[in-house]
């Protein structure tokens, strides 16, 4: 695999990853467990911790996963240990970007 392809095949899982992380509905109960647990149960109290921030923010995410993708892209790109769950996230992505798009 190219150097170009390996970083666009880790680029696309990392983006995807944000998405679950922040956004989807199939993270939505653990995401609020988590926010709850961050701030609380009580939801009339505004909770303004930047841990929340994180999970809800995927491009503030992006700069803390950042770190290990780029090491598995450096140190690691054939390896099937980084690949092949690159490889999911990155077609999971591609999916939803063409879904969102149209055919």
Do not use: H
Request: hydrophobic content about 50%; some cysteine.
């Amino acid at each position: 695999m190219t150097p170009i392809l390996a970083a666009a095949l880790y680029a696309l899982a990392l983006a995807r990853l944000c998405g679950l992380i922040t956004t989807d509905k199939i993270t939505e109960k653990l995401r609020g467990r988590l926010i709850r647990r961050i701030c609380g149960n009580d939801p009339e109290v505004e909770c303004d911790s930047l841990r929340v921030y994180l999970l809800t923010c995927p491009w503030c995410l992006s700069i803390w996963l950042a770190p290990p993708f780029a090491a598995a892209w450096y140190w690691a790109p054939e390896s099937p240990w980084t690949v092949i769950p690159a490889g999911i996230l990155a077609f999971s992505q591609v999916t939803g970007m063409i879904s969102n798009v149209g055919r």
